[in-house]
């Protein structure tokens, strides 16, 4: 509910959240960390990631238009910047990547600074369709934003979803739908908390 909440704050569609479920026993940053794609996958690898939980390669293009708001560490983005072939050095930027946009992430990520926080995109309080403008545009923040319009087909469902904001709305909020069905518990599993942030 709060990250619908949230969307719908910041300008973004609504959805049914199914309410009811039970949490589980343990929780941990590090087991939210494991489910999350790494920000150096290629085209393939988000395919790949996002298969494992039942996504379609649209909807993992779908659901990355959630870099239209919000923030990130630099470490999410010092391969880009530095260390695209392996290099490390600071000429080692991805060469689809827009120069300009390159010298601004410099200066806000200088090389091995992984504590700074930069914006996603140049409308980051505001849930719209600039996020994948800007990818088509080689502004995209990680590596995985760039690596979205390296597959023809892909590349088409960015132009699509840069075009027309209504289409991106309808199926973001139907993959969050998707996404909030991920391993519920049933039966004995888990249990409802007293209060919310506490195991019982």
Known sequence: MAARDATVKVGGPTWTVATGRRDGFQSADLMADTNLPFPVLNFSGLVANFAAKGFSAREM??????????RSHCNGILPHLY??????DVTDTDPAMDKEFSVLL??????GNRTNTI???????????????NVLGGRGVFMTDSALITDPGSKKVVRLFAKRSSTFFSEFADAMVKM????VLTGTQGEIRKTCQFVN
Not at 106 to 111: H, V
Not at 119 to 133: G, P, V
């Open 180 to 183: 909030g069905n991920l391993g």
């Open 119 to 133: 914006f996603i995109d140049s409308t980051a309080n505001h849930f719209d369709r600039l996020y994948y403008k």
């Open 61 to 70: 293009i779908t659901l990355s238009g959630a870099h239209t708001i919000g």
């Open 106 to 111: 410099k200066t806000l990520c200088p090389q």
């Open 83 to 88: 260390n695209f072939t392996g290099k490390d």
